[in-house]
């Protein structure tokens, strides 16, 4: 940062903030639009798009690891993964060592999906960071990540440090 930018950055006015709020629902539009369209011919939704990229993110993780992630009811993954699995595309298994815990993978297929829909979202954010030029990545991470509660936070660190 230069010279008195922290100082401006400190000082934002709320139409400011508003004009941000605004242009990240846009920009989330866009990000979601590609793997909307890819999961409605499926039947999907976004719901199942987390379910994979998580499961796609670390495989064999638990059904318990990917509620806290997602953040969502048992019942609302439940169904979720019920469809995954009933189509192929999510195999659950029971843990080894407790039986009562559901370990989840991807398959062929579901991996094959998971890799669609990335590919979509990695070609617009490669395009993103490339028109607004290479120190804009670090400032928009940073942000990204000032903005995830504390827990979240903890679960994303976790996740980069598993690659």
Do not use: C, W
């Amino acid at each position: 940062m230069q010279d008195g930018e922290s100082d401006t950055l400190l000082f934002l006015t709320d139409a400011q903030l508003r004009r941000a709020i605004e242009a990240m629902f846009f920009a989330y539009r866009g990000f979601t639009a590609d793997p909307d369209r890819i999961l409605a011919e499926r039947g999907y939704g976004r719901a199942h798009h987390r379910a994979l990229h998580f499961v796609g993110r670390a495989p064999d993780t638990t059904v318990n690891n990917l509620l806290a992630i997602l953040g969502v009811t048992k019942q609302s993954l439940n169904r979720v993964l019920r469809a995954l699995v009933e189509d192929g595309l999510v195999e659950s298994r029971v843990g080894e060592r407790d039986r009562r815990e559901r370990r989840l993978r991807l398959t062929e297929r579901g991996a094959a999906l998971e890799a669609q829909l990335s590919d979509a979202q990695r070609a617009r954010m490669r395009a993103a960071f490339r028109a607004a030029g290479p120190q804009s990545v670090a400032g928009f991470r940073q942000v990204l990540e000032h903005m995830m509660d504390p827990e979240m936070r903890r679960h994303y660190a976790a996740a980069r440090e598993e690659r």
